[in-house]
């Protein structure tokens, strides 16, 4: 059974730009979580989707963004980006909502220039 | 009060040593009490979970202690090998307020192993 996928694996992108980081889950699983890792600040969650619907946010500020597609794969977007947004972007998948197991992909690495 | 504290913030043991790492939290409401392991280049992987109704619980070489009253949890590998060299993270979640995934992570313990 194939895992989380996340693509792409390493993005380089400069101030100012927007990117969208791409999460397949396991199949099956129709919750997406996102999360931010960084040194300075460990891993922090960003925003949870389930049957399409945001059902949770964390403390980013707008121009992150995230979707879900009817199929579960789920999106995010990050606009103006800032010097402070580098770090690695990880996926979680699980099978519904409420304290669920939930599987990381490898993440997606952003570097900004 | 939804933070998890971790400790030690890094851990050196022999080969066969039972490593220890600590967790503590406040709000009460978490229910919910994973533990993941990270590589290098790797996302965190799923390693033992456990929920406030049970003390302990086992999976091979790993092994969850909880402590309700004391607000605390620990992982303790048995056996350890230089391969489970890795950062550990705990991590408690909370159905409070509304069914959600939604992890607070603690800030990770970073495990020599060795030989």
């Known amino acids: 059974k194939a895992g989380v996928t996340q693509t792409p694996r390493y993005l380089i992108k400069t101030r100012g730009q927007q990117v969208t980081l791409s999460c397949s889950p396991i199949?099956?699983?129709?919750?997406v979580s996102w999360y931010q890792q960084t040194p300075g600040q460990g891993l922090q969650f960003l925003f949870e989707?389930?049957?399409?619907?945001?059902?949770n946010k964390g403390n980013f500020p707008g121009r992150f963004s995230g979707r879900q597609f009817s199929n579960s794969r789920s999106e995010m977007n990050v606009s103006t980006l800032e010097l402070g947004d580098s770090a690695l972007y990880l996926c979680?998948?699980?099978?519904?909502?409420?304290?669920?197991?939930?599987?990381f992909g490898d993440g997606t690495r952003l570097s900004i220039l | 009060q939804q933070q998890v504290k971790q400790s030690p913030q890094s851990l050196i043991v022999q080969k066969g040593g039972i490593p220890i790492i600590n967790c503590a939290y406040e709000?009460?409401?978490?229910?919910?009490f994973p533990w993941y392991q990270q590589f290098p280049g790797k996302g965190p992987a799923l390693l033992i979970a456990?929920?406030?109704?049970?003390s302990e619980k086992k999976e091979g070489r790993f092994t969850i202690s909880f402590n309700k009253s004391a607000k605390q949890f620990s992982l303790h590998i048995m056996d350890s090998q230089p391969g489970d060299s890795a950062t550990y993270f705990c991590?408690?979640?909370?159905?409070?307020?509304?069914?959600?995934?939604?992890?607070?992570f603690g800030t990770g313990t970073l495990l020599a192993v060795q030989p």
């Open positions: 979680a998948s699980s099978l519904g909502v409420g304290t669920q197991p939930q599987h």
């Open positions: 199949s099956g699983h129709r919750s």
């Open positions: 989707y389930f049957s399409e619907t945001q059902r």
């Open positions: 709000n009460t409401a978490f229910d919910y």
């Open positions: 456990i929920r406030p109704d049970v």
């Open positions: 991590a408690a979640s909370s159905n409070y307020g509304g069914a959600t995934n939604k992890l607070i």
